[in-house]
């Protein structure tokens, strides 16, 4: 290694952690969300310098870009009135709290040795590891040819522990529900979108898809894959929504669930067609093992996108279009709440 | 060659890192929005170098995502934190 690739990674890993100590003690909720967008941009760069780019790739795209524009969105919902009267109350409790926490004093002091014992157990665990331990790293590159792909992170995420991807799907199915259960999407005022955002959308979106389309076939071989591509076609849905668009009647129903479950289903089905040929759960004959797993992964990026999609618009689509509002210059705009709970 | 693209580099990493400065001092949101996309700008040209110092192309596509998602969070920015921010400020 350089003298420079060391500078390089050392300035890298001091600014994450001054970054991370930051986001995370900042009183200004604002300054926290863009210095954790900030994080995941040199998270994204540490990435590459530990050689994977696969990981970069969905660092960059959910933690610096997605995850940027739901918490902008978040906090925005907090500052409506609702929110804000919300966020109040809880500093009034919190105000008389104070007293509460000087008896508390004992607890914290257990809880700060638990977490000194757990992190030198972590410690330990670190300084004990053998060095020089191939891992699996041989045993992934030996069977590398019967997997279908050339690209061993996909092989070893859609093939040799397809468990671990079926059940990730799962869980972002089941992270949908739970959003779901909480209650209808809460109906926004929204402005007009305006000329910029408009063009911007209809230049973005188609591009999006695209880049989402070449990463899906470039991960057989090279970094790439469903989820990554998934993001990039949820960024898409992500930027519709914020323009103004909303499923219509006809999407928000049946069609929009069959997308959502998808992914789960050809995996699971793809899963069980060979175990009446007589072989294991989600074990693919070689020969046909390149062909399941891209119909797989296509399944599997069409559900992550409108799953990513469906997330941001925080609740479960009701089957009517919005109403736009031109922006109103002579009424007053606090007549009408911006965001209104539902009933 | 590759120390030429490594030092610019690590020289983009040091102004990434003094542009914090700006997203805590802000002092309005928007500076603090800007600087961040300042930094979506900075990490896409610091990757396509790194792609060229070490001769790794599929680096490239990491710097094709982080140009297209850039735009996605100020997206969010104008039409949610900001738009709420200024109805505050007219009903304040």
Known sequence: MTLLQLM?????GFSLLWLAWQALTSPDLFRAIVLFIAFGLLMALTWIRLDAPDVAMAEASIGA???????????????????????????????????????????????????????????YVVLTLPENIPGLGILVEENLES????????????????????????????????????????????????PVLSTLSR???????????????????????????????????????????????????????????????????????????????????????????????AAATLSIGITLAALFLGGRPKFSQPKFSR???????SSQPKFRRHK | MEILYLSIALFLLLTLVAGLWRVLQGPTSADRMLAAQLFGTTAVACVLLLA??????????????????????????????WAAEEQNDVSD
Not at chain 1, 106 to 121: K, N
Not at chain 1, 219 to 236: K, N, V
Not at chain 1, 241 to 248: C, M, Q, S
Not at chain 1, 328 to 333: E, H, I, M, T
């Open chain 1, 203 to 297: 230049l973005l979106v188609p591009l999006l898809i695209m880049a989402a389309g070449y990463l899906l076939w470039v991960g057989a071989h090279a970094p790439g894959g469903a989820f990554q591509a998934g993001s990039l076609l949820g960024a898409a849905g992500v930027l519709l929504l914020l323009a103004g668009w909303r499923p219509g009647t006809r999407l928000a129903g049946l069609p929009l669930r069959i997308s959502l479950v998808l992914g789960v289903a050809a995996f699971v089905a793809a899963g069980m067609v060979f175990i009446l040929l007589g072989r294991q759960f989600l074990e693919y004959p070689p020969s046909f093992a390149g062909v399941l797993i891209l119909l797989i992964e």
């Open chain 2, 52 to 81: 060229q110092a070490f001769e790794y192309p599929p680096l490239r596509d990491v710097a094709l995502i982080f140009a297209l998602l850039a735009a996605v969070a100020a997206v969010a920015f104008i039409r949610r934190a």
């Open chain 1, 65 to 123: 870009g997605l995850t940027g524009a739901l918490l902008l969105s978040a906090l925005a919902r907090l500052g409506s009135k609702n929110g804000s009267r919300a966020i109040l109350e809880k500093k009034h409790q919190a105000g008389s709290m104070t007293e509460n926490t000087k008896n508390q004093l004992p607890f914290r002091l257990l809880l700060m040795v638990l977490l000194l014992a757990v992190a030198a157990g972590l410690v």
């Open chain 1, 147 to 194: 997997s279908g792909v050339s690209n061993p992170v996909t092989a070893v995420l859609l093939n040799y522990r397809g468990y671990d991807t079926l059940l990730e799907l799962s869980v972002l199915l089941l992270t949908l529900l739970g959003v779901w259960s909480l209650g209808d999407m809460t109906k926004q005022h929204e402005s007009f979108p305006g």
């Open chain 1, 8 to 12: 390089f990674d050392t300035l890298l």
């Open chain 1, 327 to 333: 922006p109103k210059l002579n009424q007053p705009k």
